[in-house]
């Protein structure tokens, strides 16, 4: 997808979760089966860093991210989600999308500027708006393929 982390069409799907650690449970899972990765060694690493403090971005969006020895370079999944979810983030508001990243646990500033690139990218209204309103996994991965190579541009 881009030079800064990999997002395959299979990280990307729309889910029903009640509660952050549900949430969480879902995007390890998402995670495993997208990049064939061991489920619980994911949940473990996003639950350890969640336990640091929330990966609530704000504005309706959460960033869960972790380091990890699963992984050779920063990947991502997306779970949009059919109800938001209280993710304890800064401003209050629950979060409908909830984009994670795994990195290297050596990945040093790339993990960085990956968080960055994902940050500006739902830091939009407009993109925000139209990523919960994508008929479907197949047009919001195509919404997000075409957010990353204009920031790339």
Excluded: C
């Amino acid at each position: 997808m881009t030079a800064i982390f990999r997002l395959v069409p299979e990280a990307v799907e729309t889910v029903t979760a009640t509660a952050k650690d549900a949430v969480l449970e879902l995007l390890a899972q998402r995670f495993s089966r997208a990049y064939d990765l061991d489920e619980a060694e994911i949940l473990r690493d996003l639950l350890e860093r969640e336990a640091l403090g929330s990966t609530g971005f704000g504005r309706g969006v959460a960033i869960p991210h972790a380091r990890s020895g699963a992984v050779k370079r920063p990947i991502a999944a997306l779970l949009r989600l059919e109800q938001p979810v209280d993710f304890a983030a800064a401003d209050g508001l629950p979060v409908d999308l909830v984009f994670g990243l795994l990195s290297p646990h050596n990945s040093g500033v790339s993990h960085l500027h990956a968080l960055a690139a994902i940050s500006r990218m739902v830091r939009s209204d407009a993109t925000h708006r139209a990523m919960t309103e994508a008929p479907n996994a197949e047009a919001l991965y195509a919404l997000i393929a075409n957010a990353t190579d204009r920031d790339a541009a």
